[in-house]
């Protein structure tokens, strides 16, 4: 059973930077689809970032530009650099491989 763990959230002034970690517990290098998600209070859990096996990303549109996902498959662990924050950006964000989650990272992004 996989199990995620994010990490690196905080608070930050919007045009701040944020770099988010998800370490897995098992080894990544086989699984070809790892995303992160984020939900905002009141709001629906949204798809931010899809990252492949091969390193190929998908974003939405909001994010796109200024968000960026990575994955060291030696460290078992996922990023998400985050840049250029702003205030509609404040989420829990978590990490999702198949049918695990994390417990997700508070991000908070003061405007």
């Known amino acids: 059973q996989v199990q995620l763990v994010e990490s690196g959230g905080g608070l930050v002034q919007a045009g701040g930077s944020l770099r988010l970690s998800c370490a897995a517990s098992?080894?990544?290098?086989?699984?070809?689809?790892m995303r992160w998600y984020r939900q905002a209070p009141g709001k629906q859990r949204e798809l931010v970032a899809t990252i492949t096996s091969g390193g190929s990303t998908i974003y939405t549109d909001s994010v796109r530009g200024r968000f960026t996902s990575s994955r060291d498959n030696a460290k078992n662990t996922v990023y998400l650099q985050m840049n250029s924050l702003k205030p509609e950006d404040t989420a829990v964000y978590y990490c999702?491989?198949?049918?695990?989650w994390g417990k997700g990272t508070q991000v908070t992004v003061s405007s």
């Open positions: 098992v080894s990544i290098f086989r699984f070809n689809i």
């Open positions: 999702n491989i198949q049918l695990a």
